[in-house]
């Protein structure tokens, strides 16, 4: 007769590791709960139902369904050129950002001098003014761009010079004795920095560069304002106005720009758990 065998005790260690994915488990489902009943309620807000409690009738905000189904489709035709406009403004964003950032970090006065009055003008004067600067005022000077161009010129600007803190913050964070060991062994300068100093420094910056990718989608509505970029907010607010059903135009847009976000987030979520798993 066989006698099942004792299970070994667990060790304090582990006890308080359960106890705490335990924790992180509940506060998962009671968050995931929130958000079902905070939509649920959204929902209820606009059904545009009425309701009577003694002698009172409320009622909600009610929507016309025939004008949201109608011009659906014609709305999220603006996601392809919205998407466009931020991944080009990105690319060029980081390339600014990490040429300025090399700039402020440089010896040489004149480098260090223009890339931080680059950063200043930029940092000093609102996106929304810089998107007419280039559609409007540059036309008055023999060069003319297309409201697409001006747009994505802004906001790779605008973008490159926030994110160029970011970048140096990345590059300051390689600790000398890494340069100093790459020298030791033969490195030149410009083969340090490019096999050692910036992989790392890539590597931290990814992350908050997320974030700011996720912001600069959501102000890509800004290009609309030039009358000539047909992306999700100039879809919007033309058959808003056309129809006099901006409510429900630009709740449709509010929903798209919500949705990008949150898949763009998770997206970002995903890259920082598996840039986290390399430092383990």
């Known amino acids: 007769m066989f006698t099942k065998p004792q299970e070994k005790p667990k060790s304090q260690a582990e006890l308080i590791f359960e106890a705490q994915a335990r924790k ?4 998962r489902s009671n968050v995931g709960l929130s958000w079902i009943f905070l939509l649920f309620f ?47 403004s990105i690319i060029f964003a980081i390339s600014l ?48 761009l297309s409201g697409t161009i001006a747009g994505v010129l ?18 300051s964070s390689v600790g000398k004795g890494q340069r100093e060991a790459a020298m030791a062994i033969g490195m030149t300068p410009s083969q340090t920095m490019r096999r050692i100093v910036l992989p790392q420094a890539l590597r931290f910056a990814i992350p908050p ?9 959501k102000d890509s509505a800004l290009v609309s304002a030039t009358g000539f970029v047909h992306e999700l907010m100039w ?14 135009a630009l709740i449709m847009a509010a929903i798209f720009y919500w949705t ?16 986290a798993k390399g430092d383990r």
């Open 24 to 27: 992180e488990r509940h506060f």
């Open 42 to 88: 959204l929902a209820f807000m606009f059904s545009g139902q009425e309701y009577t409690i003694g002698a009172k009738t409320f009622s909600t905000i009610k929507l016309d369904t025939e004008f949201i189904k109608h011009n659906m489709v014609f709305i999220a035709g603006g996601l392809g050129e919205t998407i466009k406009i931020s991944v080009l």
């Open 97 to 144: 950002a990490l040429l300025a950032a090399l700039g402020r970090l440089s010896s040489f006065p004149p480098i260090y001098a223009l890339s931080t009055f680059y950063v200043s003008l930029i940092r000093g004067t609102p996106l929304y003014l810089q998107i007419f600067f280039f559609f409007l005022a540059l036309p008055q000077l023999g060069i003319i």
């Open 154 to 171: 802004a906001l790779s600007l605008n973008y490159g010079a926030y994110m160029s803190e970011i970048f140096r913050a990345g590059l």
């Open 209 to 217: 560069v997320g974030n700011e990718f996720i912001a600069m989608t």
């Open 235 to 248: 879809r919007s607010t033309k058959v808003g106005r056309a129809e006099f059903h901006n409510l429900e």
């Open 260 to 275: 990008m976000t949150i898949i763009l987030s998770y997206l970002q979520s995903l890259l920082e758990t598996r840039l």
